[in-house]
């Protein structure tokens, strides 16, 4: 098997061109997923994010790709707005519900400091896993006004000016990460490799 | 938090220039060259404006922009003459990924900073001001320094925080390309005014400029141009300098 990279292109809000780059650059294949029928031709799924949880729900319930995404049973990767996504539910922008891959809430960072986090920050890993290997030290690059609110499917944390927020998740072979790695330069990729050689070793 | 050191690339497509108080335009070299020098040199961010895309009424272009993102894998934003949702759509396909808005703002509609917001999410909307001081007070300017908004820049942060932007990105037009030191008044304040992220721009001619800058108006981030583009020092030179008096910034 050739082993596809899907990326799923929801519209507007995507920056698909950045995340196809870099999981190339990590020497991944990949493919755009605009029609439902991709969804069988690829591996594994990356869930990419630039918008708003309301937006970007409405975008995929629009193309129709919320039933497949919430029957998905192939690795996937939910990067930022992508990973909040796979939440029960968020409140952005009032109250919407996810995709419920993951038992959890998205919510405002509730902090008294500058919002939204946006720079690179360190990770502290509390669970290592596949696609974290190798990176515990690392720095990432963030830029949001929500946080993934669980307690169950932590991976690692970070804290800004004092406040700990959840910065990645897995359960089963869902994974998320609340920053980009295709913007944190070569931690990022590397990121991206562990992701895209999953269960292929 | 990490203070972002972010490269400033002011564009003439396909180059990048730099002007003293916004006139007078100096080729430095290619927008796709200099990305990726900065990118390589350990820049947290990129932040390329087409400083005539507003001036002369035109279509951004959008092949030059997509090619300088295609080396970089930081943050990279993108200004000057946006206008349209579509605009945000298309920069944001194209690369970028957070947009920068000015002269459409807030001449003829701020209403399309609540829109933008709504649809990418305030982290991809940067209001970009170009503040000019009168008297004792400091106003907008919009069409790369030239012309007059009757806007106080103190109310338009405020206003466009309300509306939903993700970050300021303040320029000043007195102080740009002079390389001797920035308005840090004006930058404390803003910083102050706002919840959002502020990014400051104009002035960084040596590295105390920069030391000053963070210590004094704590921005979340500082822009610098000149200072790097003539070879004076290389980001990282700038960053090491930083580390070494106490300031936090990313390796």
Redesign the interface.
């Given at each position: 098997m050739s082993h596809i990279i899907g990326i799923v292109n929801y519209g507007v809000a995507g920056n698909i061109h950045s995340v196809e780059k870099a999981i190339k650059k990590a020497n991944g294949k990949t493919l755009i997923i605009n029609t439902l029928d991709q969804f069988n031709q690829v591996d594994k799924i990356v869930l990419p994010g630039v918008g708003s949880f309301k937006n970007a729900m409405k975008q995929l319930e629009n193309i129709g790709f919320l039933e497949v995404l919430c029957k998905n049973t192939k690795p996937i990767l939910g990067i930022c707005l992508g990973m909040q996504i796979l939440s029960s539910v968020g409140f952005e922008y009032g109250k919407t519900k996810g995709l419920g891959l993951i038992h959890a809430e998205v919510r405002p960072m509730l902090i008294d400091t500058k919002v939204p986090h946006v720079g690179f920050n360190a990770i502290e890993v509390t669970y290592s896993n596949d696609i974290l290997i190798g990176l515990e030290k690392e720095e990432f690059y963030f830029m949001h006004s929500f946080e993934v609110i669980n307690y169950t499917d932590i991976t690692s944390l970070t804290k800004y000016e004092g406040h700990k927020f959840v910065s990645s998740i897995q359960k089963n072979n869902i994974y998320g990460v609340q920053f980009h790695p295709e913007k944190s330069r070569e931690a990022g990729i590397k990121l991206l490799k562990n992701f895209i050689d999953l269960e292929k070793r | 938090?990490?203070t972002?050191i972010i490269a400033k690339l002011d564009v003439k497509p396909p180059y990048v220039i730099k002007p003293i108080h916004f006139e007078g335009l100096r080729k430095i070299g290619l927008s796709v060259d200099l990305a990726k020098k900065y990118y390589e040199q350990g820049a947290?961010e990129v932040m390329y404006i087409d400083i005539v895309a507003s001036l002369y009424q035109r279509e951004i272009l959008f092949g030059e922009i997509?090619k300088t993102?295609?080396e970089l894998?930081?943050?990279?934003g993108v200004g000057g003459g946006v206008k349209t949702?579509e605009d945000f759509?298309k920069l944001?396909?194209?690369?970028a990924?957070?947009v920068a808005i000015n002269t459409y703002a807030i001449n003829e509609n701020p209403e399309i900073i609540n829109q933008a917001?709504?649809?990418?999410?305030?982290?991809?909307v940067i209001v970009n001001i170009e503040a000019k001081k009168w008297n004792k007070y400091y106003e907008c300017y919009t069409d790369c320094g030239r012309v007059r908004s009757g806007k106080n820049v103190i109310e338009w942060v405020k206003e466009v925080e309300s509306r939903g932007a993700?970050?300021i990105f303040l320029q000043c037009v007195d102080n740009d390309g002079r390389q001797k030191g920035f308005d840090i008044q004006l930058s404390k304040k803003v910083v102050e005014s706002v919840?959002?992220?502020v990014v400051i721009a104009s002035g960084a001619g040596n590295l105390e400029h920069i030391k000053e800058l963070i210590e004094y108006s704590k921005p979340?981030?500082v822009a610098i141009a000149s200072l790097i583009h003539y070879d004076n020092f290389s980001i990282k030179e700038v960053k090491d300098y930083l580390r070494k008096n106490n300031i936090e910034v990313?390796?």
């Open positions: - | 938090m990490k972002r947290d997509k993102a295609n894998f930081i943050p990279f949702l759509s944001i396909y194209n690369g990924d957070k917001a709504q649809i990418f999410g305030n982290q991809a993700g970050e919840k959002i992220p979340s981030g990313s390796t």
